[in-house]
Structure formats: structure tokens, C-alpha cells
């Protein structure tokens, strides 16, 4: 993940929510697709008021000036488009909230059944098929 700077970085996010929130780091943090064993994973949330720093629209400029450098750079051979983080997510969240979440079968009946165990079924679509 970019050499030297990938590094730091990652090495950084480990100290900031593993180290020092208390959680595993390193080879104690296990993932998502090792369900066997606990994760480890740590969290840490910072919040930052952007413009104590600088004039909000002068950030939200440099940002979009930022962005547009990114999606600009040379394509890699077969690939379509370049995506900042978080911006396939945010796409997926605008289709979703526009067509609705699409739940496999048995997930839908999990839901109606614990919607019933706790008198929620009101909540619930009307079509849940």
C-alpha cells in the first residue's frame, strides 16, 4: 500500500485504534472472514470542526480540486474509472435509499419473526417478499 507512506499510515491506524483504545494491533487483529477467531479490532473516532482550521468553502474547494486530481490520474489498463474511498460506498448508499435494499429470503424471515417477538410488526414493509 504505497510503499513507505502505506506503511506509516497503516502502522499509525494500528496505534490509533488498537494501541491505544486498548484493543489488539498487529498480528493480534483478526478479520472479517475469520469468523473463528475474535477480532480484536479496535475503533477510534476523531471529530474535527473543519473550520476552526479554515473557511469551510475553501476547504469543500480544495477538496473537490483534490478529487478531481485523483479521478483524472492515467487509467490502469482495463480499468473504467478511479474511485476516492468511501465513494462506491456513498453510491451504493444513494442507490439503496433510491430503490431499496435488496435482502435475501431468509434474512427477510429472520426479520418478521423478530418483529413479531417483539410486537413491531407495524415497522415492518407491507411487501416483504
Known sequence: MAGHKGYAIS???DVLSGVLTGSEFGPGVFGPYQA????????LMIAL????????????AR????????????LAKGVEEI??????????????RREGLLLPVDTLSDLAKLAH????ERLLPVDMS
Open 11 to 13: 502502522v499509525l491506524m
Open 36 to 43: 473463528e477467531k475474535r477480532s480484536g479490532a479496535g475503533h
Open 49 to 60: 470542526n473543519i473550520e476552526v482550521i479554515q473557511r469551510l468553502a475553501a476547504f469543500s
Open 63 to 74: 477538496m473537490e480540486e483534490m478529487i478531481a486530481g485523483l479521478k483524472g490520474a492515467p
Open 83 to 96: 474511485f476516492y474511498p468511501g465513494e462506491i460506498e456513498a453510491r451504493n448508499n444513494d442507490r439503496n
Open 117 to 120: 417477538e417483539m410486537d413491531l
